[in-house]
């Protein structure tokens, strides 16, 4: 009798085992870009008001770029189409008529990593009013997703921190992908560059002894920041640097940064007598114990070429940031 129980225990755990890993086995890696987006609904709304509102949304331009350009690229896909091809995609915004007003969001439903975010309305009228009483979490909920995946993926192989002085003399760490080259790295200014066919992007790190908190304020980082472009970030030509674009003034925003007080901002750059110009982003952090503010910076230099992928690719970098106890 113990014999027979334990062979069908046996049998059991075999039988369950191989269920968990033909799931695994099964489970399909999703498609699609970053930044990138299929709207599921009906074709009628998305010619009538629901679809106004919504591109309203999903269409309104981003801050800090040189031209406008949307968060996502997006395709439209009409329910009966949503085929297994449409449903590995990563991101999936499903808009429908339902009992009642709902918004949430599922992972990994057909495929992994996947956002799946359905929206649902009595009507067009309620499906409208969800749409904007949500409309900064529907953009949020895709861009963290896509943030997180492509950070672990742009990160994966990083420069050594214990290998750059700069990050070992002011004490912090930034993971920096190997395909980007170091330019100068003195101890107390980091700047790495990746080169591509149409441009550069470029990362910079350094720190800046201030008295108190006064100082930790958006004019003065922008003031830091010409001054360091004006010493470190030569033009080609004799008299030309790195300063801030303020005709149209950087978008600040201020936010908690792990823990630090912090400014992000996005805005444009330009070298001074020369033609050169484009979009930047960057991380100032104050630190308060030994009363120094940290910035940390991106920008991009690629003309004629959208913008919006490059400094995605840039915060994601920033945002590895940390500042050494």
């Known amino acids: 009798m113990f014999r027979y129980s334990l062979i069908v225990i046996v049998v059991l755990v075999t039988f369950i085992s191989c269920k968990e890993s033909d799931e695994k086995m099964t489970y399909l890696e999703s498609t699609g870009r970053i930044n990138h987006l299929i709207v599921v609904m009906d074709n009628d709304l998305w010619l009538g008001a629901v679809g106004d509102t919504l591109r309203s949304i999903i269409g309104e331009p981003l801050l800090g770029l040189p031209q406008?350009?949307?968060?996502?690229?997006?395709?439209?896909?009409?329910?009966?189409?949503?085929?297994?091809?449409?449903?590995?995609?990563?991101?999936?915004?499903?808009?429908?008529?339902?009992?009642?007003?709902?918004?949430?969001?599922?992972?990994?439903?057909?495929?992994?990593?996947?956002?799946?975010?359905?929206?649902?309305?009595?009507?067009?009228?309620?499906?409208?009013?969800?749409?904007?009483?949500?409309?900064?979490e529907i953009i949020d909920v895709f861009k963290r997703q896509d943030l997180s995946l492509y950070q672990k993926k742009i990160t994966k192989k990083h420069w050594n921190a214990k290998n750059i002085a700069t990050m070992e003399k002011v004490g912090f760490d930034l993971k920096i992908p190997v395909t980007y080259n170091k330019v100068v790295d003195s101890g107390d200014f980091l700047w790495y560059r990746y080169t591509f066919t149409s441009g550069t992007l470029n990362l910079l790190a350094y720190e800046i002894p201030v008295s108190d908190k006064s100082e930790f304020t958006k004019e003065n980082i922008i003031r830091i920041r010409d001054s360091v472009g004006r010493k470190n970030l030569p033009g080609q030509f004799k008299d030309t640097y790195m300063t801030t674009e303020l005709q149209v003034p950087p978008v600040f925003t201020k936010l908690n940064f792990k823990g630090k007080e912090a400014y992000e901002a996005r805005g444009l750059w330009y070298v001074e007598n020369d033609y050169m110009g484009g979009p930047f982003i960057s991380y100032s952090l104050y630190d308060d114990v030994k009363k120094r503010i940290i910035i940390a910076e991106g920008f991009s230099y690629s003309p004629s070429t959208k913008k919006r992928d490059f400094v995605f690719e840039l915060e994601a970098i920033l945002k590895t940031l940390e500042i050494k106890k």
């Open 68 to 136: 406008e350009e949307a968060p996502f690229t997006v395709n439209l896909v009409d329910p009966k189409a949503f085929s297994n091809l449409f449903k590995r995609t990563r991101n999936v915004l499903y808009i429908d008529f339902g009992e009642k007003s709902d918004f949430y969001t599922n992972y990994n439903v057909y495929a992994a990593p996947q956002t799946i975010l359905t929206l649902l309305g009595k009507d067009a009228g309620s499906l409208i009013e969800n749409l904007l009483a949500n409309k900064r």
